[in-house]
């Protein structure tokens, strides 16, 4: 819900059109893409700079494609550009190779085997984003099977 009950209108077709882009940047850089399932994702960085008097924050967001496949329970993680016309290479996890997930505060977050000094992944997704730091995406259904996803990833 938005200001005084008033829905926020999403322009599907937009959104559509960045959901296009996003699985065509998967399967360019995934072998198998089709047989993933993706969602648009992201992570942010917070700094804080103190000076005498002020005190600075800055956020750096990196937007992220996020595929998971349930057939051998193994999520993928793929840096792009907020106009979703790049990206780096993929990061995957398989299961075995996770000690635990958690999501706290609407990160998700998947902590690595290895000890105390294997170190964490963290990112976010939301069901919709605008277009002020991050892509145009509306993906509520997604969203809906990516979270029942997540918590029987964590499970052995």
């Known amino acids: ?9 999403w322009d599907l077709q937009k959104s559509d059109a960045n959901k296009n882009k996003l699985r065509a940047l998967f399967n360019g850089v995934m072998e198998d893409g089709d047989s993933w399932n993706i969602i648009y994702g992201f992570s942010e960085d917070i700094s ?11 956020y750096t967001y990196a937007s992220l ?8 329970m193994s999520l993928v993680v793929i840096e792009t550009t907020p106009e979703l016309d790049a990206c780096g290479e993929p990061t995957l996890y398989t299961r075995d190779a996770i000690k635990k997930t958690k ?5 998700y ?34 969203m809906k099977r990516f979270n029942e996803f997540f918590k029987g990833y964590g499970k052995k």
């Open 48 to 58: 804080t700079t103190g000076y005498v008097i002020v005190r600075k924050t800055t």
């Open 109 to 142: 977050v998947l902590y690595k085997q290895g000890g105390m000094m294997a170190g964490y992944t963290s990112f976010s997704a939301q069901e919709g984003n605008d277009d002020k730091y991050l892509a145009y995406i509306y993906q509520p259904e997604e």
């Open 1 to 9: 819900m938005g200001w005084f009950g008033k829905k926020k209108e």
């Open 103 to 107: 999501i706290t505060m609407g990160a």
């Open 65 to 72: 494609i996020i595929g998971y496949r349930e057939s051998d």
